[in-house]
Each structure stands twice: as C-alpha cells, then as structure tokens.
C-alpha cells in the first residue's frame, strides 16, 4: 500500500455522503491501520481567532475556522505552513503540517495557518475500499491548496489541474440521473 500523505482526495460525483459531498480533502496521515485528513473546502462563519485567542496575530487569524470533517467536531487542530517544517508537530508535506498544541505561537517560524474542527477518519482498510469504489479522486496536493482563497471553488480548482476526463465531472448536476 502507497501512503497517500500529502494527496489531496477529491470527491467524486459517485459520493453521496453529505459530509463530503463535492469537497477536497487533504490527506495528513495514511498507513496500515487508517487514515486522517481535513476538508479543505468547508469554511464556517466563526472566525480562527475566535475560536483559539491565543492565535491573534498570527496570519490565517482572522480566516474562518474550516470544518475538517464529521469526527469529532469540538476538536480544533492547527493546520500551518512553516518556514522550518521541523517545528511542526506533525509534518504532512513540504512547508506544512499541525501546530504543536504545547507550543508557545509566536516561537514559531508560521508563514500562514488555518484553523480546523473536526478531522475526516477512515479505519484499517476504509479508504482503499472508497477508493476501489471510485469514491475519490486522487490529486497531487500543492501547499496553496490548504490556504485558498476561494475554498468553495477549490473542488473545481482541483479537478481542472488534474485535467483530461475529470474536468469534465466539474459541470455535472448533482444527480445526474436528473438530467
């Protein structure tokens, strides 16, 4: 099994699921035992500061906190680019991964952060189930992903950087059985 740490899963028209439906999710821990990611198209209209004052003054403050999935909502995690990836508690890919919850924020080299509550979570097994179901599309994740400055567009986004037959899932209806 391939980790897909640092992919980005977009959900095809295929998935139902309400909690995922036309969203992208970057994937931020992948092994045998299951998976972890955060919706990355989901903002709320509570803003990061908020939420977590003690990230005032930090870039990505005043953004929305984003849902990051249906698994355990009260939870807040820090997703961060850094300039030294070393600091981060848990490194995903490049520059990015989680801000250390003991960690003082303004010893931290942050370019930008984003606030998430809740996580996305698939068991042993889970995802390469939905992945054989054709449930998700699996894209080469940039760094910009996780900080757009359009989430509602970034399922289209993402679909058009893939290219070939999937930008054409961009324009189906919902249920295309409707049609």
């Known amino acids: 099994m391939d980790s897909l740490q640092g992919k980005l899963l977009v959900s095809s028209p295929a998935l139902h699921d309400p909690n995922f439906r036309k969203t992208v999710v970057l994937i931020a821990h992948h092994d045998e035992e299951g998976a972890m990611g955060l919706v990355l198209s989901r903002p709320s209209e509570m803003l990061a500061v908020a939420a977590v004052p003690s990230l005032a003054g930090l870039p990505g403050?005043?953004?929305?906190?984003?849902?990051?999935?249906?698994?355990?909502?009260?939870?807040?995690?820090?997703?961060?680019?850094?300039?030294?990836?070393?600091?981060?508690?848990a490194p995903i890919m490049e520059r990015l991964g989680f801000m250390p919850a003991d960690s003082e924020p303004d010893d931290?080299?942050?370019t930008r952060l984003r606030l998430f509550s809740g996580y996305s979570g698939w068991a042993t097994g889970q995802l390469e189930d939905e992945l054989e179901e054709v449930a998700w599309?699996?894209?080469?994740?940039?760094?910009a992903d996780a900080f757009?400055?359009?989430?509602?567009?970034?399922?289209?986004?993402?679909?058009?950087?893939?290219?070939?037959?999937?930008?054409?899932?961009?324009d189906m209806p919902f249920d295309p059985g409707l049609n």
């Open 108 to 110: 931290l080299s942050i």
């Open 148 to 170: 757009a400055d359009d989430p509602d567009e970034l399922w289209r986004t993402v679909l058009h950087r893939k290219g070939g037959p999937f930008e054409l899932m961009v």
């Open 61 to 89: 403050a005043d953004d929305p906190v984003f849902v990051g999935g249906p698994v355990q909502p009260e939870a807040f995690m820090v997703l961060a680019e850094f300039d030294d990836v070393d600091e981060a508690a």
């Open 137 to 143: 599309i699996v894209v080469d994740a940039e760094t």
